[in-house]
């Protein structure tokens, strides 16, 4: 849609023309925009919206065994204290933390990156560059340490290290490369909400996956101790992982076409900035499925017409608001999965196969949310979305504090699949909807998405390594 109007010369002032396009279409096999016409911003097709959702799958499988089972490992297979192997995630949160937000300033200033000029895309070369950094390293921090025989815990405790710093450096480029394809791919919040649920469900998928095999490989039986003996168990589901994750990888380089940073949405040119405004409220009317009159939405945090530079970003408030609500999303979601398998094995003295079935729960439970979030988002709007999530985690939270779980069999062996489903949907919703308000923060910006999904992923990696180890303490 090409608007085009005339403003009449006012008080000698010159004539002014606005053209503005706004359906933002892409030019058919045109390698530097970064994608077909028929994939425009407008119509993503349904390959190109599952390509995207793909790209984060082998990050997803590493962060659920990072996440589910890393604390159990080192503790009970590698026998390391509990400050130490507190401190080996500590670590890892650490490096990605600093690396996240690095990683995104570079990555936007990567324009002549090899190959960035040979039409790649940046998003797509950082994507592939921490894909290699994940496939090198993961499969070493759950397996036993090579020729360590006799170490001490320093020893083992450096070596786990290096390969831990390695795969953090990897993990913090694909993801904030992916995030940052996200407002490449359309500039319309309930699009963008689509294909973050889309994502999401792939998270699922793939933390549903991890759990399936992990139940099958520890099995069901009701005295089992999780020790020394089963480290190759360890070993066999992070190679498994990686395997599962390279076919999806190869699905999305494949598959998606990055748009150039120079073809962000064009600005319309003004006298007045009410008359910007007025014009691009009458825009996203029309291209956002028609909001319901009384919606919460947060299509306020965007900053309209200007390019922003990393110092326009520091020197705005919003940026700080959303930081803390993701640092508290992923606080909230990261400690439960974490602590999850423990508390199963070392509180409740459940059988070994809880390990997989309850964080399985949690996600088929987050899963269902996903599916339905987009809708939810669109009639009661970001705000109540979230308030709604966030009462979830909150009232299975208070459950698990509550109730008598060690008196009642009952609801120790079932009850708490119940709790698990809470904490699931919970964070399904808090998280889908954070991930929304920063994509709505980015807005048109596309130019620093990147450091904008950095920033956001320092304040929860440090949060949750800095939680891990004070709880661990």
């Known amino acids: 849609m090409e608007l085009n109007e005339k403003q009449g010369e006012v008080a000698g002032e010159p004539v002014v023309t606005i053209s503005a396009k706004c359906d933002l279409e892409m030019k058919s096999g045109n390698g530097e925009n970064g994608t077909d016409g028929k994939d425009s911003p407008q119509r993503l097709s349904l390959l190109v919206k599952a390509a995207d959702g793909s790209g984060h799958v082998l990050n997803d499988l590493c962060a659920s065994l990072w996440f589910s089972y890393l604390l159990l490992y080192l503790q009970n297979v590698v026998k390391m204290s509990n400050e130490a192997a507190a401190g080996l995630l500590l670590l890892g949160q650490v490096v990605d933390a600093a690396a996240t937000p690095l990683i995104g300033y570079v990555a936007d200033r990567s324009i002549n990156c090899f190959l960035c000029n040979h039409n790649y895309g940046q998003c797509k070369s950082w994507h592939l560059m921490g894909t290699i950094f994940v496939l090198l390293s993961f499969p070493f921090v759950f397996s036993p340490c090579i020729g360590c025989n006799g170490w001490g815990e320093l020893d083992k405790f450096l070596y786990y290290a290096f390969f831990i710093a390695i795969f953090q450096i990897g993990w913090a480029s694909t993801q904030v490369s992916h995030l940052a394809l996200l407002p490449k791919m359309t500039p319309h919040q309930l699009k963008r909400t689509e294909l973050l649920a889309i994502r999401y469900g792939f998270t699922v998928g793939s933390n549903v996956t991890v759990f399936v095999i992990a139940w099958l490989t520890f099995g069901w039986s009701e005295n089992c101790i999780i020790d020394a003996s089963d480290d190759s168990k360890f070993r066999n589901l992070a190679l498994m992982a990686v395997a599962i994750g390279i076919v999806f990888v190869l699905f999305f380089h494949v598959v998606i076409r990055e748009r150039s940073n120079m073809q962000r949405p064009a600005v319309v040119v003004t006298e007045s900035n009410k008359q910007i405004n007025d014009n691009m409220e009458r825009l996203d009317e029309k291209n956002n499925d028609v909001w319901p009159a009384n919606i919460l939405s947060t299509k306020c945090l965007g900053v309209r017409n200007k390019r922003m530079t990393v110092k326009d970003w520091m020197r705005l408030p919003q940026m700080y608001i959303v930081a803390g609500i993701y640092m508290a999303t992923r606080l909230s979601v990261n400690v439960t999965q974490v602590y999850v398998p423990i508390y199963l094995q070392d509180s409740l003295k459940l059988p070994c196969g809880t390990v997989a079935t ?112 004070l709880i661990n303490s």
């Open 358 to 469: 309850i964080p399985l729960t949690m996600y088929l439970s987050g899963f269902v949310v996903a599916v339905v979030i987009k809708s939810i988002n669109k009639f009661l709007g970001r705000q109540l979305s979230y308030t709604l999530g966030a009462s979830l985690s909150v009232l299975g939270s208070f459950l698990i504090i509550t109730l008598d779980w060690q008196g009642n069999e009952f609801l120790r062996y079932y009850g708490i699949y119940g709790v698990a489903a809470l904490l699931g949907g919970g964070a399904s919703a808090i998280l889908v909807t954070s991930l929304s308000i920063t994509a709505d923060l980015i807005g048109n910006n596309i130019e620093t998405g990147a450091f904008i999904y950095g920033a956001m992923s320092f304040t929860d990696k440090l949060s949750c390594g800095l939680a891990v180890m």
